[in-house]
């Protein structure tokens, strides 16, 4: 495909090709030589340099792997070599890093089981999609997913996946992405040993033959089995001690906190080892939750692949590879991508704020000669409308610079007495063009996305706190506030599955 040029050599990220200016062609897509099988590899270029497919192709593109979803039981079966995979969260590039044979391997000789939560946060979860699902049509008996709580409906309201969707494409895209995403299995057994879910287990949960009987082909409820599976945590202690066998999850705002005992009790009566599971952001891209002791092995495993979370957290991403009866974690850095504006904004919608800025400094700048007055005097409601009013009237700075007529004059000198309101209205419009990213962030955090009364008044400063001490987001997707910066030296660790059953 032809790429768009760029003769003013203004392109940002330099080391990524200019985006191809049409959508790739169904025949290039859907070659005749894969017998109807998508171009994987070239689909990965062409979305690596930007590029988009039809919104027809990509219907197809989903219809086709419904039906091999569709087939797979709650629950597969897979045995080693295998790669497990955790959190993307809309992060493309880093998927391709992901998919390279130094890290996870070439989906062409790797057996791949995903953990769910394909989508939000990042800018290109329509992407990730795309590719995933090429790559599944590609090698169904080798490449699998399962659910995770970012693939429903509410959260991806809430976040910025149906926002993308209606950027790239419409309405009817995102309603048939979402049932699509009801179609993804809910666990797997690898080995006979393990038990791979995205989030966690359940009070409900006595044996995998309740996964089994879980009616999955729908939205996931707010309680019970199907939502722990993809809400529950694991408690962030040590020892993974809990008062009580299961502690409701106030931090998600559903499901529960389950401990060590909990975490026994369950992989005894099945006969497994350990839970694998993603959910949660880490530092090194992985946690072990050694609750019966350093030398046994881990009762949990998280696993969470989207380094950098949200360009902002400067953790590795992970992957674990199963292999001859070891675990593997490899771990590896993010990969710079193309920069979008918040919120898939245009530049005409972008620059309001600072066009806003420039208008009212030029006003300021008219009228501040002979200002007299209180710096501190409160500006009332009233004064507000009437400034509203006095800025509406044609030809008014004309008036206040020649004095024509003593009606002029009047009008002129109560917009003089307004100036203050004006030196605000500058102050506020400058924080919006300044900090307009993390003032996104503060609006996302807050539950009715509105800023909190004066934040933009108090400036930067301000604002940042507010993001630093926020936690309501935290009830609909815990954010790991306590992850250090620090970098680590090691690449990767390996753990020998033990021999014997786990000591009871």
Known sequence: ???????????????????????????????????????????????????????????????????????????????????????????????????????????????????????????????????????????????YFLRGNHECRQLTAFFNFKEECLYKYDQETYEMLMDSFDLFPLACIINSKFIAIHGGISPDLKSIEDIKKIERYHEPPRQGLFCDLLWSDPVDQEQGYLDTAWKSNEVRGCSWFFGGDSANKFLQRNNLISIIRAHEAQLDGYKMHRWNGGQDFPVVITIFSAPNYC?????????????????NIQQYQYTPHPYLLPNFMDIFT??????????????????????????DEQISESDIQQFKQLTKQTGLQKQSTTGSSQGAQK??????????????????????????????QLKGACPDKRLPRGILMKGKDAINDQLADFTTAKSVDLINEKMPYAQIPQESIQIKKPSTQRKK
């Open 350 to 375: 972008w620059s309001i704020p600072f066009v806003s800025e420039k208008i009212t400094e030029m006003l300021y700048h008219i009228l501040q000669t002979d200002i007299q007055g209180d710096d």
């Open 311 to 327: 360009d902002v957290y400067n953790n590795r991403g992970a992957v674990i590879k199963f292999e001859n009866n070891t675990l």
């Open 1 to 143: 495909m032809d790429l768009l040029k760029d003769p003013v050599n203004d392109r940002q990220v330099k080391t990524l090709k200019p985006p191809p200016h049409r959508p790739l062609s169904r025949n290039l897509m859907f070659p005749d030589k894969l017998k109807n099988k998508p171009d994987w590899k070239l689909l990965r270029d062409h979305l690596q340099k930007e590029g988009r497919i039809a919104k027809e192709d990509l219907f197809k593109l989903v219809a086709d792997c419904n039906k091999l979803l569709k087939n797979e039981g709650n629950v597969l079966y897979l045995q080693d070599p295998l790669t497990v995979v955790g959190d993307i969260h809309g992060q493309y590039y880093d998927l391709l890093k992901l998919l390279e044979p130094k890290v996870g391997g070439n989906p062409e000789n790797t057996k791949y089981l995903f953990l769910g939560d394909f989508v939000d946060r990042g800018s290109y979860s329509i992407e990730v999609i795309v590719l995933m699902y090429a790559i599944k049509l590609n090698f169904q008996n080798s490449v």
């Open 411 to 440: 009008n002129t000198e109560k917009l003089k007495n307004k100036i203050k309101f004006v030196s605000t209205m500058m102050k506020m419009q400058r924080t919006l063009r300044e900090e307009r990213e993390s003032i996104i």
